[in-house]
């Protein structure tokens, strides 16, 4: 069985509870996944309303999401800037332990190779778990890709860590090239990819 495309459509403001939910169940690995669902909440209501998340819902229940940032660079200021209060308030459990304020640090500096700075982002890519065979998330992406097109975009990064198989696998399938190799966190090696779109191929 192959998901239907009709499914898919720009996220609103409402299902920013549901996707970070979602965030929290498939993308448990990551260091966002550890911060409290109330702030992933207000993470995404943020890229909703300013990036750009698609989602595959069937009778408001979403099964998928893809999100992306436009201008990824000071994308972490951008957010804090204007929830700042919200924000704080959502992260005070854990906002005072040392191994939380660095990871947040690290991920406000982090930068990408050169070649790839100036282009969109896919910041996440999540589906439930029970729907992983039905290509949902390369729907998501082949939408997201037919957005920048529409926005004149030609290319679109992502950042995986080397740990993260199947993620690596997904990115690799779908026509993304690795540029780039990084560390982030904790001396976690993260790869770098980079994909031309609008129907062409190479970088």
Known sequence: MIADPRYIRKAEVGDSK???GL??????????????????????????????????ANKNEIYGYI??????????????TTHFLSATLQLFPVLFRL??????LET?????????MHVPEIL???????????????????????SLTHKQFTHVKVVAGKSLEAANRFYQNNGFIKVDEM????????YVY??????HAGI
């Open 124 to 146: 996440s890519v999540a589906v439930s778990k029970e729907y992983r065979l039905l290509k949902i998330g390369q729907l998501l992406l082949i939408e997201l890709e037919n």
């Open 67 to 80: 999100s992306c940032a436009l201008q990824p660079d000071g994308l972490l200021k951008r957010f804090v």
């Open 18 to 20: 549901s996707v970070a």
């Open 108 to 116: 406000g500096r982090a930068t990408h190779n050169k070649s790839a």
């Open 99 to 104: 191994r939380t304020i660095k990871k947040i």
């Open 23 to 56: 965030h929290k169940e498939a993308i448990n690995k990551g260091f966002l996944s550890t911060l409290p669902l109330r702030f992933l909440q207000l993470l995404y209501r943020y890229l909703i309303t300013n990036e750009i998340v698609f989602v595959y």
């Open 194 to 199: 980079l994909k031309k779109i609008n129907g």
């Open 183 to 190: 560390i982030i966190h904790d001396d976690e090696l993260s």
